[in-house]
């Protein structure tokens, strides 16, 4: 699974972002702000052996993936949960599930939703906003 990003000058930075995640870094370099950008991705997953690839799509668009795609959906969710102010139980109501863990197994990675699940998820914690979940045509 790949998350999109921009990366953009500003002045004599080059800005990082990964708005799904609200990750935004920078660097001297583009290399330098891909390379700060997985560092932010590794710092927050926090997960000993997790790697995070940055792959440049275009001018100034990437993507950015890992082989722990838990994690991953893990970190979303948390930060999108975050952001919108719920506690893990209110989640789970939201979900219509009747304990916090129904929502709290994804949140920790112990379980990988599928594509149609996660959409549901994102919907239940984060209804206001419009987060765009698809399968990435690259490899």
Partial sequence: MRFQGKLCRDGKWWLAEVPVFDA???GRTRKEAFDMIADW???MVDRKGFSLRVHPTAKD?????????GAMISLLLRRQRQKSGLTLAQ?????????RNAYARYEQGASIPSLEKLDELLHAI??????VVRQSDAA
């Fill in 61 to 69: 668009d990437f993507e950015v993936s890992s082989d722990d795609t």
């Fill in 126 to 131: 984060a209804p206001d906003r419009d987060i």
């Fill in 91 to 99: 989640a789970a109501q939201r979900l219509g599930a009747k304990s």
């Fill in 41 to 43: 991705f590794c710092t």
């Fill in 24 to 26: 935004t870094t920078q």
